[in-house]
């Protein structure tokens, strides 16, 4: 059997593990008798859909490399409440009851998110602080975890209002931004920043460098050896396209 490398883009759907669509492919590959290497480029989390970087064989040295690459997100922020892991599926601790808030408020709140900035990452993370997961330190104290994680110095390229539903309180918004960024923490420090409080409700991954999700195969598509390698990327053309 012929030696399969490269790189494989992939529509991950909503509620699906990142973890699980790479195990679909070792599994469909070990059924091909082929012992390959396959990681990813970035996870996306549980909640989050869009596109997803396999890389197989000697595409895994890629992943420093790729990790460095612009991403682009769109995302819908809800407004009202604070959850424990600044998404959906965390539990509210706080709740703001919201008055007049503007669609030009927003895009005005927004202009502070461009450019180099100091991010905190969530309070829900595998980060260590002092020897301990972020994550087990927030479930017995939220805010407490927040102060004692270290800002991180990441890029936003830009990010702009695509739509606010004043009746549901939630904005969909753009965002191009450094690897190393965490949408969570925006849609965090954007509640804050309008004194109301927020969430990410949903996140989709566009692109990772000049790579669409549009060129991507959805992951429940996967079925086959052949889908593998009639959707592989060589490694050659992958960094071609992306000045690597």
Known sequence: MENIEGVLLVDKREGILSTSVVNRIKKLLRKANLKIKVGHGGTLDKFASG?????????????????????????????????????????IINT?????????????????FEGEILQIPPA???????????????KKDYY????????????????KLINFN???????????CSGGTYIRSIARDLGQLL????????????????LSVKEAIRDDKI????DIVSNLIPI???KSRNHL
């Open 166 to 176: 004043e009746d549901l309180n939630e904005a969909e918004i753009f965002v191009k």
């Open 144 to 159: 407490n975890a927040l102060k004692l994680l270290k800002p991180r110095r990441v890029n936003i390229y830009k990010i």
């Open 96 to 112: 703001f009851s919201i008055k007049n808030l503007s669609k030009r408020q927003i895009e005005t709140a927004l202009k502070s």
């Open 223 to 226: 079925i086959s050896f052949q």
């Open 51 to 91: 596109l997803l970087i396999i890389l197989l064989g000697k595409g895994t040295k890629l992943f420093e490399k790729i990790k460095l690459l612009p991403k682009e997100y769109v995302a819908t922020v809800r407004f009202g409440e604070v959850r424990t892991t600044d998404d959906i599926y965390g539990e």
């Open 195 to 210: 004194e109301v409080g927020a969430y990410l409700k949903n996140l989709r991954r566009e692109k990772i460098g000049e």
């Open 124 to 138: 829900y993370s595998s980060i260590h602080i002092e020897g301990k997961r972020a994550y087990k330190i927030a």
């Open 236 to 238: 050659e053309d992958f």
